[in-house]
T-cell receptor, first 116, second 112 residues
Framework: GAVVSQHPSWVICKSGTSVKIECRSL??????MFWYRQFPKQSLMLMAT?????????EQGVEKDKFLINHASLTLSTLTVTSAHPEDSSFYIC????????????FGDGTRLSIL | GNSVTQMEGPVTLSEEAFLTINCTYT??????LFWYVQYPGEGLQLLLK?????DKGSNKGFEATYRKETTSFHLEKGSVQVSDSAVYFC???????????FGTGTKLQVIP
């Protein structure tokens, strides 16, 4: 149980294009989803927290106009990297937390984004 | 603020060796504690958790005990396998709905 599906797993695109990444909770409802960026040497940076039906809460230093997050249903959140540039190349990971207190986060398998 | 400190890696062990990865935390209340594992090219998987002092989380031969007096949650395994090679993240969450704070991760390499 508690499976999170992230799609696509790998995307390569040209500089200036926009890229959408989907995160789905397959067998549970997730009121809250999280988006992370993972840098070389493995450190995870929380980018934003999204709650179903409301605006995402972005961490300090994350450009909300560049990283658009939508959480329209209890099973789907999307991250759109707008006008992507090579410095946006990274490994992006989503996670979803089951509804209710003290629930752990369940992670997707990540999306490798490469901007040429 | 809340923070998690892990030992720096990589940690390299021979198969069947004993594993300890140290983790200590700083928190303003009584957190829930977690260990996550990330295999190459994948996302993170919850390995084990403990929600109160003296709880022991265990899974797949790994164990960690929530030590309030030392604010620690060290990960142990009696006999590691090559398939345990991965990055291990210690994490905490305060309150029922708070976001998770991660350590920087410790890479484990197990050699045959």
């Amino acid at each position: 149980g508690a499976v999170v599906s992230q799609h696509p797993s790998w995307v390569i695109c040209k500089s200036g294009t926009s890229v959408k990444i989907e995160c789905r909770s397959l067998d549970f409802q997730a009121t809250t989803m999280f988006w992370y960026r993972q840098f070389p040497k493995q450190s995870l940076m929380l980018m934003a927290t999204s709650n179903e039906g409301s605006k995402a809460t972005y961490e300090q230093g994350v450009e909300k106009d560049k990283f658009l997050i939508n959480h329209a249903s209890l099973t789907l959140s999307t991250l759109t990297v707008t006008s992507a540039h090579p410095e946006d190349s990274s490994f992006y990971i989503c996670s979803a937390r089951e509804t209710g207190p003290y629930q752990p986060q369940h992670f997707g398998d990540g999306t490798r984004l490469s901007i040429l | 603020g809340n923070s998690v400190t892990q030992m720096e890696g990589p940690v390299t062990l021979s198969e069947e060796a004993f594993l300890t990865i140290n983790c200590t935390y700083t928190a303003t209340g009584y957190p829930s504690l977690f260990w996550y594992v990330q295999y190459p090219g994948e996302g993170l998987q919850l390995l084990l958790k403990a929600t109160k002092a003296d709880d022991k989380g265990s899974n797949k031969g790994f164990e960690a005990t929530y030590r309030k007096e030392t604010t620690s949650f060290h990960l142990e395994k009696g006999s590691v396998q090559v398939s345990d090679s991965a990055v291990y993240f210690c994490a905490l969450s305060l309150g029922g709905y708070q976001k998770v704070t991660f350590g920087t991760g410790t890479k484990l390499q197990v050699i045959p």
